[in-house]
Every structure is written in structure tokens, then in C-alpha cells.
């Protein structure tokens, strides 16, 4: 079997395994990223939308935009990338199996980095399993990737941030978003997303949740009805909903499976997308020399990623000697900064609480 011999293994070309590897790079390690898809980027393509927040997170720049440019700067640098290839196990002595080419190969690394991302959540109802039932993520997929329009009439299942994006976008790309429904009271997203369908003329009913689809070969209809503090229908409430697709928004999951693998100790933390794996304030985990960042590490947006990324990167060169300590120091406390800026206010204050008990957790663990 082919191997390949690395300092530093970054699974997944998204936005934080591409900042990660960045920051490595240019410290003088030899960096190796590996994704299973043909184009790297992660989710950052498939975001028309300009981010939010400070200059210094890329404010009012398009997500496909700021994945240009970290491709761009991860060639500059000389980062190696490997693509359509996938990563699909460890093994003792620090060794990643591949399967790249039709073939498997091992990866020998001395420093992990996990940005493998996360998966989206299904949700289960009568006639779900009906074409035109999908993620919201793989409509988005097909209109900003594939310029593909997923279906003409669409109902939108979840109010957070991706439900709301994604329902703009289809507007954009010319279907028709009958409603927008959210079990919970409120929405989850922020209000300037969902002031962009209001405007257009989308209702967004809150208390709802759907109870089947219906059609023979693919999704004609949808029944949706109001549901009471126990999360119960009301009877009486039901609507029937002419709709040829049916999009669901309900949450991610970190796709941890190479850290369970690895060994890693886990913590659950539903606000964060489920079973997060400990890591301390370098986003190490339980087993040395092994590193997350991004979606695996707790589900938050894409500003946040890079900077976990930059942070795992840092720390990651650091432990090789490639940044003496005194200016890793500096460098990964200006990062974790950056991360306590995009973590204030109100959607903020429970993940970085969260985040802190995260570390604590992995502490106690290594005591």
C-alpha cells in the first residue's frame, strides 16, 4: 500500500481546514489537506449571502468570495491538497487510510487537524421518504452549485438561519417559497434574514410543523398544522399545502466519526449540534496531537471556523517547533479574541459558554 508522509493532516477543505492549513503553511510546516469532494471550499460556495460582523471577519463580503480568496491564498503558500479523496480511517502510529484514485493509501502524519464539518438532519413524517423531500443544504446545493432549481413550489421546514438563507435564495433562483414553518414560538435565524422573505411576501408561521406529504412518485401536497406548548397538533389547525418540494431545516450534527475512531472523549451539548468532542483552548482533544475546528467542534457559522482553524493551525505548528512560544502565545490569543467577539450578544452568549465547558471539560479529563 502507498504511503504518504506529512507533518500536519487537515481532513476536510472547508473554511476551517483551509484557514488552518494556511496558518501551518506559512509557519514552515508541510500540511496535507484531504476532501472527499472534487472542488475544495466546504459550504462556503453554496453562500451568495455577505457575511456579517466586523472587517476583520470579512464583513460584507459573499461566502464563495472569501472561499476564493483562501484558495487562493492556500496555493500561494504551498499547501497540498488532495481532493476526491476520501479519508475513512486511523490507524496506530499516526496513519490516515485514504482512498484516492480508486485505490487505498496511508497518510503518515505527526499532527491531526479534524474540519470534516457536519451532516444535516433528517426529520421524519409520513411520505418522507418521497422525492422531493431533501435538506435545505442540498437544495442549496443544487441552485448555487448546479444551478438546478430543486422544484417551483417549495414549503421551507425550520426558521433558523440556513432555512431562512436558503428560502431567499430559491426566491432568487425563481421558485416559489409557499411558507416557511417553525415548531418553535420564534424563529431561530436573525431578523434581517427573515425581513428579506417577509418583504417578498413569504409567511413564516412559527408554532407549526408539518404532518405528511403526499403524492404517488414525488411530493404534490403537504399538510402542516399548529402545535401547542407540548409540541402537539391541534386538531382543527391542519392546512393542506399544494408543494412539489419540501426542504428541511432542522439543525446539523458534527460529522465526528474519525474522532470517535481516533478515541476522543465526547461531550453532549444540543445547542451545538449533538456529541462534540472535548478539546482545550488550543482545540486539542483527549488524545494528543490530535486537533478540531469548525462544525465538528460545535455548530456555529463560518467565521467562527476559520478562526478555530487559524487557532488549530497555530497550536499544531507550535507543538512541531515551527512558532516559538512566545509569539504563538500572542497569536493564539488574538484569535481567541477574534472568537469571543463573534461569540457576544445575545445568539452568541450560550455557545461560548458552552465552548467554556467544553474546556473545562477536557481539562478534568486529562487531570
Known amino acids: 500500500m502507498l504511503t504518504r508522509t506529512t507533518e500536519i493532516a487537515i481532513v ?5 481546514g483551509l484557514t488552518a492549513a494556511i496558518e501551518a503553511r506559512k509557519a514552515g510546516a508541510h500540511v496535507t489537506v484531504v476532501d472527499e469532494n472534487r472542488s475544495p471550499g466546504g459550504q462556503l460556495f453554496k453562500q451568495l449571502h455577505k457575511f456579517f460582523g466586523s472587517q476583520a471577519h470579512r464583513a460584507g463580503v459573499r461566502g464563495f468570495k ?5 484558495l487562493t491564498e492556500s496555493q500561494e ?5 488532495l481532493l476526491d479523496t476520501v479519508a475513512w480511517g486511523l490507524f496506530e ?5 485514504l482512498k484516492c484514485n480508486g485505490r487505498s493509501e496511508l497518510l503518515h502524519y505527526q499532527k491531526l487537524i ?17 422525492p422531493g423531500v431533501m435538506g435545505a443544504g442540498a437544495a442549496q446545493t443544487l441552485v448555487n452549485i448546479h444551478r438546478v432549481l430543486p422544484g417551483r413550489r417549495v414549503l421551507m421546514v425550520g426558521a433558523g438561519n440556513v432555512g431562512l438563507i436558503v428560502s431567499y435564495q430559491l426566491l432568487q433562483a425563481g421558485a416559489e417559497v409557499v411558507a416557511v414553518i417553525e415548531a418553535l414560538p420564534r424563529i431561530g435565524g436573525y431578523g434581517v434574514h427573515a425581513a428579506k422573505i417577509r418583504r417578498a411576501g413569504v409567511p413564516i408561521l412559527t408554532s407549526h410543523t408539518i404532518l405528511r406529504a403526499d403524492g404517488v412518485d414525488c411530493v404534490t401536497s403537504a399538510t402542516i398544522a399548529r402545535v401547542d406548548e407540548s409540541w402537539h397538533p391541534i386538531p382543527g389547525t391542519e392546512q393542506t399545502l399544494e408543494v412539489d418540494t419540501i426542504c428541511l431545516a432542522v439543525g446539523l450534527s458534527p460529522m465526528s466519526e474519525l474522532a470517535w475512531m481516533a478515541g ?5 451539548i444540543a445547542s451545538l449540534g449533538g456529541h462534540i468532542p472535548l478539546h482545550d483552548e488550543n482545540m486539542e482533544t483527549t488524545v494528543p496531537g490530535i486537533y478540531v475546528a469548525g462544525d465538528i467542534a460545535g455548530i456555529e457559522e463560518a467565521s467562527t471556523a476559520m478562526e478555530e482553524g487559524r487557532l488549530a493551525g497555530l497550536a499544531a505548528a507550535e507543538a512541531l517547533g515551527y512558532i516559538a512560544p512566545e509569539v504563538a502565545r500572542e497569536r493564539k490569543a488574538a484569535a481567541r479574541r477574534a472568537l469571543d467577539e463573534l461569540r457576544a450578544g445575545p445568539f452568541g452568549e450560550a455557545r461560548r459558554q458552552a465552548k467554556i465547558r467544553i474546556v473545562e471539560a477536557c481539562h478534568e479529563h486529562r487531570t
Open 264 to 268: 476522543c472523549q465526547f461531550t453532549y
Open 93 to 97: 502510529g499516526n496513519n490516515l487510510a
Open 77 to 81: 503558500c504551498g499547501v497540498e491538497v
Open 66 to 70: 472569501i472561499g476564493q480568496q483562501l
Open 12 to 16: 476536510g477543505a472547508g473554511a476551517a
Open 114 to 130: 479534524l474540519a470534516t464539518g457536519a451532516s444535516e438532519n433528517a426529520l421524519a413524517f409520513p411520505g418522507w421518504t418521497l
